[in-house]
């Protein structure tokens, strides 16, 4: 069982920037694909960023990227999305998500979640 904790939500100005973070309680946190995704009041869950499981390849949804970074620290099993520049419509409860994958793509994450965290809430005001 695979238990993921976001942390660093909160609020924010337009503009902003705000850093979240998910730890992993595994052994094998390398043998993961880690993701965000997000859900805004009202609508459904959306992919935002992910990373593949060595942290060499990422891949984001087109409107965050440029704005926003995901990073991975497989010592310390944790996962990182830096927001920069960020607006109102970013608005909404963010998850980190994992997926047991064997390749190395980040993409792989898109194809299946195997388990999320509970998530945080992020607010811009405008």
């Known amino acids: 069982q695979v238990q993921l904790v976001e942390s660093g939500g909160g609020l924010v100005q337009a503009g902003g920037s705000l850093r979240l973070s998910c730890a992993a309680s595994v052994r094998t946190f390398n043998s993961f694909a880690m993701g965000w995704f997000r859900q805004a009041p009202g609508k459904e869950r959306e992919f935002v960023a992910a990373i593949s499981r060595s942290g060499l390849n990422t891949y984001y949804t087109d409107s965050v990227r440029g704005r926003f970074s995901i990073s991975r620290d497989n010592a310390k099993n944790t996962v990182l999305l830096q927001m920069n520049s960020l607006k109102p419509e970013d608005t909404a409860v963010y998850y980190c998500?994992?997926?047991?994958?064997?390749?190395?793509?980040?993409?792989?994450?898109?194809?299946?979640?195997?388990?999320w965290g509970k998530g945080t809430m992020v607010t811009v005001s405008s």
């Open positions: 998500a994992a997926a047991y994958v064997s390749s190395d793509y980040a993409s792989v994450l898109l194809k299946g979640v195997d388990y």
